[in-house]
Nanobody
């Protein structure tokens, strides 16, 4: 089993920055990891993904504004978010996947408002 705990969400003004962190219960080298978000009434979407060797993929809506990173020595993953927009407001989830098995955190709320 893998437990994931997110932190770093909060309220920020448009144009501001936040850094989300995800702490895993054990080392997840080899796992695909990522950040997802889900707005009310919408499907959960992948915001940023990173594989076991550091290859990354970003949703078009955040490309150029966010950066995902992982430290497998510390079992952590981060999402640096810059130039935040009101439409980025929602709950962000940390995820880890090994083949077809997904693990999810409880989520952290991000609110972008003036």
């Amino acid at each position: 089993q893998v437990q994931l705990v997110e932190s770093g969400g909060g309220v920020v003004q448009p144009g501001g920055s936040l850094r989300l962190s995800c702490a895993a219960s054990r080392i997840l080298s080899g796992y695909f990891m990522g950040w997802y978000r889900q707005a009310p009434g919408k499907q959960r979407e992948a915001v940023a993904l990173i594989d076991g060797v550091g290859n990354t993929h970003y949703a078009d809506s955040v490309k150029g504004r966010v950066a995902i990173s992982r430290d497998d020595t510390k079992a952590t993953m981060s999402l640096q978010m810059n130039d935040l927009k009101p439409e980025d407001s929602t709950i962000y989830y940390c995820s880890a996947r090994l083949i077809t098995k997904y693990y999810w955190g409880q989520g952290t709320q991000v609110a972008v408002s003036s």
